[in-house]
């Protein structure tokens, strides 16, 4: 079983502020992880995926996660909000070599000026 | 590439009325699946596929069913449209197991009255 955990379902940073969004999984192998975006009114394109190796992964658009297997997280990190950044995101896990992924329920950063 | 392509765009059903929601992708992906995106609960996986032929249930499958007659095309059905239903819908093809990622499509907003 796989399951993953969002904690917030809204963040607010102010603009050049750090980027902090939080995600917890749980998985019976080790896991493939994922981050997503979705803007307004569009499909959900992918951040960054952690598989194997270097637990530092750095994605699009500035944006980098960690995986730590000990705290069983992934949490996305950017060291400077910029407006564009407002949108949803999805973190989601994919325990081996299962098919389906699963998605916690989102959370919606909101950049203010 | 046009990779995953879904239409319609926007749906209004009456209670009752059947419909398609069309799904296709041109990257020769061997997964597909289909999500519902409801406000707080994230993408559910509604049924999968993981070539054609096979189809499989997720975690949400009543009152909608799926085939894959090719690598190309996984249509949703909704039998008798619900209330219940409304919500907007995700295709995404995958190129395999474990550590690829999913890709989506823009969505279907669908609304039942």
């Known amino acids: 079983a796989q399951s993953v955990t969002q904690l917030g379902s809204h963040v607010s940073v102010s603009e050049g502020a750090l980027v902090l969004l939080r995600c917890n999984y749980s998985s019976s192998v080790p896991p493939y992880l994922f981050w997503y975006v979705q803007y307004p009114n569009q499909g959900l394109q992918l951040l960054l995926k952690?598989?194997?190796?270097?637990?530092l992964v750095k994605g699009i658009n500035g944006f980098e996660a960690e995986f730590k297997k000990s705290e069983t997280s992934f949490h996305l990190t950017k060291p400077s909000a910029h407006m564009s950044d407002a949108a949803e995101y999805f973190c989601a896990v994919r325990s081996g070599g299962y098919q389906k992924v699963t998605f916690g329920t989102g959370t919606k950063l909101q950049v203010i000026p | 590439n046009a990779g995953v392509t879904q239409t319609p765009k926007f749906q209004v059903l009456k209670t009752g009325q059947s419909m398609t929601l069309q799904c296709a992708q041109d990257?020769?992906?061997?997964?597909m699946s289909w999500y519902r995106q409801d406000p707080g609960m994230g993408l559910r996986l509604i049924h999968y596929s993981v070539g054609a032929g096979i189809t499989d249930q997720g975690e949400v499958p009543n009152g909608y069913n799926v085939s894959r007659s090719t690598t190309e095309d996984f249509p949703l059905r909704l039998l008798s449209a619900a209330p219940s239903q409304t919500s907007v819908y995700f295709c995404?093809?995958?190129?395999?197991?474990?550590?690829?990622?999913?890709?989506f499509g823009q969505g279907t907003r669908l609304t039942v009255v």
């Open positions: 952690y598989t194997t190796g270097a637990t």
């Open positions: 990257m020769n992906h061997e997964y």
């Open positions: 995404a093809s995958t190129l395999g197991q474990g550590r690829t990622e999913a890709f």
